[in-house]
């Protein structure tokens, strides 16, 4: 038989020495967990960058990379991660934050729930034991463990402890559903992960949380690209737009 496909998608915007040391992580994750039962891809997203990771790395590891010319928004990388796990007939995605937040050895916490098919989503959190978080600004912590959670809980009938976290496995045939339109422009930037948690949970797919860790580099290195007001806007909006019935 076929061994299982999983695509472990990234996006990156101008990330450096952080991206280098995570991409070094993936490959030897990669080499150590695949089998002949289990394949990996590594899927870059390269939005916009000009600090030459692209060219720098581009023929030592064996990743396959996407380029933007210019910056698109997260939405759109994410979308491309998720089109190209179908279209390479991945059964699972997993996507992990290109600036080094997340760590890929715990990726296994995310993606065995799904490939055993216990769960149809896993979200990463850092907020439940064996989690962990350091380095996150407090307004960052009071919004991604109460405000953003407490309005998904709320709207969805679900509790979740870490709403806003990208480090998260998928089962790919979600995406089939109809009611389900990751394509439609508004989810272009920060938009498009909590519609999908969210549309998920509303949808009855089985979804739940693994423990992970999310360790923020300093503010020197650039710890985020999310602008305060109009970033958490956009991650705000999905819950606000789906409940009133404004989108769909």
């Not at 289990?38 to 380029?67: A, C, I, N, T």
């Not at 916490?109 to 979200?123: E, M």
């Not at 998260?168 to 519609?195: C, K, N, S, T």
Request: hydrophobic share 40%; charged share 25%.
């Amino acid at each position: 038989m076929a061994p299982v496909k999983v695509l472990i998608g990234t996006a990156i915007l101008n990330e450096g020495e952080k991206f280098k040391k995570l991409s070094a992580k993936l490959d030897r994750f990669v080499k150590e967990m695949s089998s002949e039962n289990l394949e990996f891809v590594v899927f870059v997203v390269d939005d916009g960058s000009d600090d030459g990771v692209y060219d720098e790395l581009k023929d030592v590891y064996p990743f396959v990379w996407v380029r933007h010319l210019e910056n698109l928004g997260a939405g759109v990388a994410v979308r491309k991660i998720y089109n190209a796990a179908r279209e390479m007939g991945c059964k699972a995605a997993v996507t992990i934050a290109g600036n080094g937040k997340d760590n890929p050895d715990q990726i296994p916490r995310l993606l065995d729930p799904v490939l055993k098919g216990d769960y149809d989503f896993i979200q990463g959190s850092r907020y439940l034991p064996q989690g962990g978080h350091r380095g996150m600004p407090a307004y960052r912590f009071l919004a991604t463990r109460y405000l953003h959670p407490w309005l998904m809980s709320l709207f969805t009938g679900h509790r979740i402890t870490d709403s806003t976290n990208g480090f998260r496995a998928l089962d790919l045939r979600v995406l089939d559903d109809p009611g389900i339109d990751l394509g439609q422009e508004w989810l272009d930037r920060y938009e498009l992960e909590p519609y999908l948690f969210y549309k998920t949970i509303a949808l009855g797919y089985k979804v739940g949380e693994a423990p992970v860790d999310k360790f923020y580099p300093s503010k020197e290195e650039g710890y985020t690209k999310m602008k305060p007001l109009s970033g958490w806007w956009s991650i705000l909006r999905p819950l606000v737009y789906l409940r009133l019935g404004i989108r769909s």
